[in-house]
């Protein structure tokens, strides 16, 4: 089947500055005490760090009434984001995906204009990196199961 249920919503300079004030909102509402003032550093950081980023990316996925569509539609995205993520590295740019909570916040997806039938999958920044940080990766050998 060829499907192709992905869509990615690039944010401009206006529309970053609104998904960092989304992003903020969301963070606040999980803090016990968000009008604190040691915690507006924090807040004011997450704004920062988002509008400075140089791409952003939200992928959606095309949902569906047959469940077994629905799910093949969501892992298909996610193969997306993947492919677009190793293409983006052989140019040197790095990415990162991230999913969680914040992807079904009421408010991105307004101010998305999502249809119902759409469900964000997550958010993939991306931009050339200043470094490349050297992480110990578990070795292939601990994460494979070969069976006879």
Do not use: C
Request: glycine share 6%; proline share 8%; charged share 25%.
């Amino acid at each position: 089947r060829l499907t192709e249920p992905w869509q990615f919503f690039v944010l401009g300079e206006t529309s970053k500055r609104r998904f960092a004030e989304i992003r903020r909102d969301f963070r606040a509402a999980t803090m016990p005490n968000p009008k604190a003032p040691e915690v507006q550093p924090a807040l004011a950081k997450i704004v920062e760090d988002t509008i400075h980023t140089p791409a952003i990316i939200i992928v959606t996925a095309q949902g569906h009434d047959d469940p077994e569509l629905r799910e093949e539609n969501y892992w298909a995205a996610f193969g997306a984001v993947y492919a677009f993520m190793l293409g983006a590295w052989s140019l040197g740019i790095g990415t990162y995906f991230r999913t969680g909570a914040f992807r079904d916040h009421p408010p991105l997806r307004e101010f998305l204009g999502l249809a119902a039938d759409r469900r964000i999958i997550g958010s993939l920044y991306a931009g050339y990196p200043a470094t490349v940080p050297q992480k110990r990766r578990t070795p292939a050998s601990e994460k494979t199961v070969w069976l006879d």
